[in-house]
Every structure is written in C-alpha cells, then in structure tokens.
C-alpha cells in the first residue's frame, strides 16, 4: 500500500470549490432575503446572516476535520451512527421543540438542531456499509427486506414528527439499490406509484382500475406465460389497487390539513392565492419580476417587503432569481448539475465498493433536494419544506449536507486503494 504524501494529497478540489462557491452564493442571498436598513451589518449575529456565517465557519472546521479522519473509519463505524441517529429520532418526538408544525427539533440555546438531516447521512454510511458486503445480493428477498428496513425505518420515525417533507427525502435510496444491483422493476415502481397517485385524485376509481387491469393483461399477454410471471402481475395488480383505493383516505385522513391544501393547489383543484397557493404564487412573481439580468443585488422589492415567507429557506431560489435573474438562476442551477456529475463521475472511480455506492448515496440525496427545492419555487411539486443544500439558511442542513459530501471526498482521496 502507498503511503500518503500529505493530509491534502488527491483531494478533488474541484469538488470543494463547488462546495465553497454554492455556500458563499447563499449566504449573499440569505443577506440580501432579510436585508433590512436598520441592520445592514453582514456579521450581525442577530440576524440569520450572522447565524449563517457561524453555521459556515463551524461546517469548514467539520470539512477539515473529517478531512484528517482516516477513511476506514465511516465505514468501519457506519452502523453505530445509524444507530445513534434512530435514537435521536425517537428521542425527539417526545422531547423535541416544535417549529412550524414539525416537532423534530432540539433546541440548545439560542440555536436548534434537527436530527433528520444528520439521519440521512447516517443512512446514506449504513446502507452502502450492507450493500458493499461480499454475499449481499439484491435478488435475494430478505437482503432486499432488510436493505429497506435500513431506508424505511429513519422515514416513519420522521413522518411520526410530521416532517413529512424530510421522510420523502429517504425514496432517493432507490437509486443507490439500482446501483448495487436491484433490477429495474423496482424503481419503476417507485416512479409509477406516485403518478398513480396523482391520477387516483384526478380520475374516477373505476376508471383507473380498468386501466391498471388493461395494463396487467397486456403484459401478460406479451410476456412469458410461465406461473412466476402470472403470480408477480396478478401481485402487482392487487397491489397498485389497493394503492390507488387509500389514496383519498390517506390525503383526507393521513396528511396535515395544509400539506392537503398544497397539493390540491399543484392539481389545481384549489386555487386559493391567499392561503396555501400564496407562496407559490408569490415565489413565481419573485422569480418572473427578475427577467434575464435581475433587479441587482439588494434591490429585489418581493424580497426586500416580504411577500415571499420562509424565502431565506425553502423559497431562498426566490432570492436569486428576483435579483440575479435568469443568469444567476442558470449559474447556480450549472453549479449543481456539475456537483452531481462531479460525484458520479468519482463514485464510478472507486475501487472500494462501499466508496462508491456511498458517493451514489450523496449524489442521491443532494439530487432530490436540489429538484424539489427548485421545483417548489417554480410551482412544479407541493411545497414540503425541505432546504436547498448548502445555499438555505439553517445550520442542521448545512453540517449534515457538508459532512455527506466531504467524508465522500476523503473516501475518494484513496479510490486507488481497497478501503
């Protein structure tokens, strides 16, 4: 084995400087979403710029700690962190501070840290730890079962703080099964199964059915007519509608009224501009007013009086796209796209199995956020209040979206080695 030429050697700068250039862009922005005359000091640690610029200088030392952290050691203790994350999210829901509806918060001061997002990197380590080993075969049920277990488990004990948004979070596992070998059907299913859900609300049942069951028989027909095959379709079938027949009970039962209310909003079933349709509706004002080139730094009017709520966190795109307009817009949505080729790029590079599905593992999860961040803003998804990484206000997602990428970093400082 090579010994190392230094503490630095074969990191991929790139990946950082990506890194540093998406959390400067926020804070700028996160400065410029509650700018206010009174306080125009940027190191103010009144303000959530100020907060921010703690949150940031806290999540470097993290990056240059782990940095310094001999790789074996994620994978070597993968299932501990999980363990103590599972903890934490039961420990939550009964001592928790509830903030905006979801009691999935510890407050310690003046500052709060929600366990949820440290829950998906603790997954992100213990799912690519299963996976990497030797035997482990996806085809196998009980090696599917418990690798769901592993995805599933963190997701219901946040639903139960109603943070549904960040449970939802959890489903870009699927991709890290594809990776690992899980046949295609099963991630189909978990595309399908929301538009399916969709149309269950938009449709009439019997309809639907009648169509599932014409989609059933014509693959039956087609197929191989061997008694697998007849159990797994008739399986499916069953069990899309059963799925399709819960959904209004789980939308008018199960969902918070004002998660309900969104979704009505994105059908257009409901069109309330004042109640929940008003930050959506704002959000596509904010961004629209700011044309090609923006309305300059500082001068955003939908930003500076307010009309967008929560727009240092999950409407912070709000910010970009008033001020910097399409080309700021286009700039930071250029930035991600190369930070997720970046990391598969490097996942694929890996040596080390558990290198590389964990990379697929980041990739994953800052994908999902990316996409249903923006697609919030833009009107395209129901609003579930999940962050931007690394450009949204708040400390909990920034450590944790920060630890998640440069632990991947260190692995990759070694992808020639077996770790």
């Known amino acids: 084995m090579k010994k190392e030429k230094g503490i630095f050697y074969r990191i991929d700068w790139i990946l950082v400087v990506i890194y540093l250039a ?36 806290a999540a470097i030392l993290l990056a240059m700690i782990t940095l310094l952290i001999e790789p074996k050691f994620f994978s070597q203790f993968a299932n501990f962190f999980y363990g103590i994350s599972i903890l934490l999210l039961i420990f939550v829901i009964f001592t928790g501070k509830e903030i905006s509806g979801s009691k999935s918060w510890f407050q310690i ?14 997954t992100c380590l213990a799912l690519a730890k299963y996976l990497a080993a030797i ?37 870009a596992f699927i991709i890290v099964l594809y990776r690992a070998g899980l046949t295609g059907f099963i991630p189909l299913s ?31 027909l087609y197929g191989k007519r061997k008694l697998r095959n007849i159990l797994i379709i008739g399986a499916v079938f069953l069990a899309s509608v059963g799925f399709v027949l819960s959904v209004d009970y ?11 209310q969104r979704i ?5 079933s409901n069109t309330d501009l004042k109640g929940a349709g008003y930050n959506v509706n704002q959000s596509l004002i904010a961004i629209g007013s700011g044309r090609f080139v923006g309305k300059g730094f500082l001068e955003g009017t939908q930003t500076k009086y307010n009309f967008v709520p929560e727009q240092s966190t999950d409407f912070i795109f709000c910010t970009i ?33 558990f290198s590389r599905l964990y990379g697929y593992g980041v990739a994953s999860i800052l994908f999902f956020h990316f996409a249903i961040n923006i697609g919030m803003t833009l009107g395209l998804v129901p609003v579930i209040g999940i962050p931007l990484p690394f450009v949204s206000y708040g400390g909990s997602s920034l450590w944790a979206f920060t630890l998640l990428l440069f632990i991947f970093i260190r692995q990759d400082s070694l992808r020639y080695e077996l770790i």
Request: aromatic share 8%.
């Open 109 to 122: 001061g003046g500052f709060g840290i929600q366990p949820a997002e440290f829950a998906k990197l603790a």
């Open 321 to 353: 796209g008033e001020e910097q307009g399409f080309i700021g817009s286009t700039i930071i949505i250029c930035l991600f796209i190369s930070l997720f080729i970046r990391i598969i790029l490097s996942a694929e590079r890996q040596r080390a199995r």
């Open 250 to 260: 789980t939308v008018n039962k199960v969902l918070e009224p004002h998660q309900r």
């Open 135 to 171: 035997d482990i075969n996806l085809k196998k049920p009980l090696t599917l079962i418990i690798a769901g277990v592993l995805i599933v488990l963190p997701g219901i004990l946040i639903i139960l703080q109603h943070d549904t948004g960040s449970a939802i979070v959890f489903l």
């Open 190 to 220: 978990v595309v399908l199964l929301p538009l399916c859900g969709v149309f269950a609300l938009l449709l009439p049942k019997l309809i639907l059915v009648a169509i599932l069951f014409l989609v059933s028989a014509s693959v039956y």
């Open 22 to 57: 998406l959390v400067l862009i926020g804070w700028l922005n996160i400065y410029a979403a509650v700018y206010d005359e009174a306080h125009r000091n940027i190191v103010d640690l009144h303000q959530k710029y100020g907060k921010q610029m703690i949150f940031i200088i």
């Open 264 to 268: 009505q909003v994105l059908l257009g």
